[in-house]
């Protein structure tokens, strides 16, 4: 099968406990007017009416998979794997249950990659948030306006290498699955490891790393895809500690940055440190778990001072 004329596409829709919002986005998934698709449904033990949701799509031709876990694996990222492993597609699409996109979305995604000489592994379109109720909080252009210029205002096609370097090395700027389609060779056993699998937080900013590094990553400027906010999502770090470990899985992603790229983040490695100092008080020098976020390149004694100076700003 030629990939630029009719590449088929894998679509993963991971659940947990989003039966509000379900139906919504697997219409949109199965409503997708490019046809070459098929759908795998996974439900991670939801305990609220997902299933009855997910039963009434059950009989659908282009559903291929329907894996209902007995228990909560307690990682989206090990949905991920289990997907991917079952998918027979060319490409991967990960429709996460609680977003939905325009019916043309897959359409315009392959549209896009033919136009390109070299076929780029990673593609993806650009989002609006949008409320529990579907109405349009923010464009996503608001999250990239602090780089200088706002790439994505066009559409565009980069070597991963400098996507990661110039991009990705400052904040997550592939925010949402949804909103991504990728070629499943990109995956192997180097990319959903044992420490990203029990990630919360952080683990999609270094799977897209790790795959934007093996690849040309495009961007398509058009807003097919809704990005869903709300008070139950895994976005969600306003309480504490889900704070502190999303910051500790910070360091994580750039501790391999720092061992697999030549790349300069001491600006963000100094926000980081600052974030985690803000939220200690001094006396926390002395607990070992203050170290956590601590970059293995990092010397105790330069956290310390950077610890004593951020105590007296």
Not at 75 to 85: L, N, T
């Amino acid at each position: 099968m030629n990939l630029r004329l009719r590449p088929r596409i894998s679509v993963i829709v991971p659940n947990y406990n989003h039966a509000r919002f379900l139906r919504q986005r697997l219409e949109s998934v199965f409503n997708q007017t490019y046809l070459n698709i098929e759908v795998i449904i996974l439900d991670d033990a939801s305990t609220d009416a997902s299933r009855k949701v997910i039963d009434e799509f059950s009989t659908h031709p282009k559903l291929s998979k329907l894996l209902l876990n007995k228990s909560n694996s307690g990682s989206p990222f090990k949905q991920w794997k289990k997907g991917i492993e079952l998918a027979r597609g060319d490409y991967i699409w990960i429709a996460e249950s609680d977003d939905y996109c325009k019916p043309d979305f897959l359409e315009k995604i392959v549209a896009f990659l033919k136009e390109n000489k070299n076929i780029p592994g990673l593609i993806y379109a650009q989002s609006k948030d949008v409320d529990e109720k579907g109405s349009v909080i923010s464009s996503r252009l608001e999250y990239t306006a602090s780089f200088n210029p706002n790439i994505w205002k066009e559409s565009f096609c980069l070597p991963g290498n400098q996507f990661v370097h110039k991009y990705l090395k400052v904040k997550n700027v592939i925010p949402n699955a949804s909103a991504v389609v990728f070629k499943k060779t990109l995956v192997d056993s180097e990319v959903l490891t044992k420490e990203l699998l029990n990630m919360k937080f952080c683990g999609d900013w270094l799977f897209w790393i790790r795959l934007s590094s093996k690849t040309q990553v495009c961007f398509l400027s058009q807003e097919l895809n809704y990005f869903r906010g709300h008070t139950d999502s895994s976005r969600n770090h306003r309480e504490i500690y889900r704070l502190l470990s999303r910051l500790y899985e910070e360091r994580i992603v750039r501790d391999y940055l720092d061992d697999n790229f030549q790349v300069d983040q001491k600006e963000e490695v100094g926000h980081l440190y600052e974030t985690w100092l803000r939220i200690h008080k001094l006396r926390s020098v002395f607990n070992r778990n203050f170290y956590k976020v601590k970059l293995r390149k990092t010397s105790y004694l330069n956290f310390i001072y950077n610890t004593v100076k951020q105590s007296f700003i």
